[in-house]
């Protein structure tokens, strides 16, 4: 049975006699059906010593139910782990500078139990004093789970203030480089389109009138058969704006299948996440005022892939 669980064991009485066990178990032990039918497919319950095989299996009087219920962990607790792949670009008193691999989310967050950033800076010793909810302290930007590259967490309440306001105020240069399929038109331009939630799914977002303010300025940098290189300025910092501005070109990241990029392509440039990196990152420095500037290369995944587009002829 599980370690850590609250373990509980009733003999199951004559009245329920031939009952489904996840019926005996609401019965007996106060759950919900649903609960019930967890911790059964979770290999949680037992009769008898032998694990449980499924929730329609009866029980018969006499028989011993044991139950290890877990328990329930907060899914907002910053877990401290050091992070493979996380490289520290900066550190002093104010603030840290970080190359973000893929795979990490900055901040615990309900439904998500992968590594984190603040995880990893709280197990490398990191101390952040900064307000806000705990596992937000310090985060003053975000990038996605399946996005790379810089950038910036604030150490102290005074670096957490001047820069929270340096981003409300779009004085941060926040530079990407994007690969996506075809050949915007124009080769450069601004993109001014709000973004909300996608009505039909409510893990995206879309190009929606009565979406929030948005604007993502672009350039080619390299033009290629199937694909193009940019390099994109954001001017408000939407989640997913790129993604969602560039597949509402009808130019999705490559690899990006979210949002409507090629399988085909993204199977053949050996992607399996979006081309899109935080390339760049200058604002002016909490402490000294000094502009300061930090880049992050590409990591392997995005390398190997631009190459293959580079020379497909």
């Given at each position: 049975m599980t370690t850590g669980a609250d373990h509980r064991s009733l003999t199951v009485p004559e009245g329920l006699d031939g009952e489904r066990v996840d019926a005996a178990?609401?019965?007996?032990?106060?759950?919900?059906?649903?609960?019930?039918?967890?911790?059964?497919?979770?290999?949680?319950?037992?009769?008898?010593?032998?694990?449980v095989g499924g929730k329609s299996e009866r029980v018969?009087?006499?028989?011993?139910?044991?139950?290890?219920?877990?328990?329930?962990?907060?899914?907002?607790?910053?877990?401290?782990?050091?992070?493979?792949?996380?490289?520290?670009?900066?550190?002093?008193?104010?603030?840290?500078?970080?190359?973000?691999?893929?795979?990490?989310?900055?901040?615990?967050?309900?439904?998500?139990?992968?590594?984190?950033?603040?995880?990893?800076?709280?197990?490398?010793?990191?101390?952040?004093?900064?307000?806000?909810?705990?596992e937000r302290q310090g985060i003053v930007q975000r990038l996605d789970v399946g996005t790379s590259g810089v950038m910036v967490i604030c150490k102290s309440e005074h670096a957490y203030s001047v820069l929270k306001n340096a981003f409300r105020h779009r004085t941060v240069d926040k530079v990407y480089h994007a690969l996506v399929q075809g050949h915007p038109d124009p080769l450069e331009g601004t993109i001014d389109?709000?973004?909300?939630?996608?009505?039909?799914?409510?893990y995206k977002f879309a190009v929606m009138a009565d979406g929030r303010h948005s604007v993502t300025h672009y350039e080619t940098l390299e033009a290629h058969r199937f694909a193009s290189l940019l390099e994109v300025h954001l001017e408000t910092g939407r989640t997913h704006q790129i993604r969602v501005h560039m597949a509402a070109l009808k130019h999705p990241c490559v690899g990006d299948l979210t949002y409507?990029?090629?399988?085909?392509?993204?199977?053949?440039?050996?992607?399996?996440?979006?081309?899109?990196?935080?390339?760049?990152?200058?604002?002016?420095?909490?402490?000294?005022?000094e502009h300061v500037e930090y880049e992050s290369p590409y990591p392997d995944d995005l390398a190997d892939a631009l190459e293959i587009i580079r020379d497909a002829h």
């Open positions: 178990m609401a019965r007996l032990f106060g759950l919900s059906r649903t609960r019930a039918a967890d911790l059964i497919e979770q290999g949680h319950v037992e009769i008898d010593g032998k694990t018969v009087p006499g028989s011993v139910l044991d139950v290890a219920i877990p328990p329930v962990t907060d899914p907002l607790a910053v877990v401290p782990e050091v992070v493979e792949g996380i490289k520290i670009i900066h550190d002093d008193d104010a603030i840290v500078v970080i190359d973000k691999p893929v795979g990490v989310a900055v901040h615990p967050s309900p439904g998500w139990s992968g590594p984190t950033v603040v995880g990893h800076l709280a197990g490398a010793g990191f101390r952040i004093s900064t307000s806000g909810a705990s389109a709000p973004i909300g939630r996608h009505p039909k799914a409510d409507g990029a090629d399988p085909k392509l993204a199977k053949r440039v050996g992607l399996q996440r979006q081309w899109l990196h935080a390339v760049r990152l200058g604002f002016d420095h909490p402490d000294s005022g």
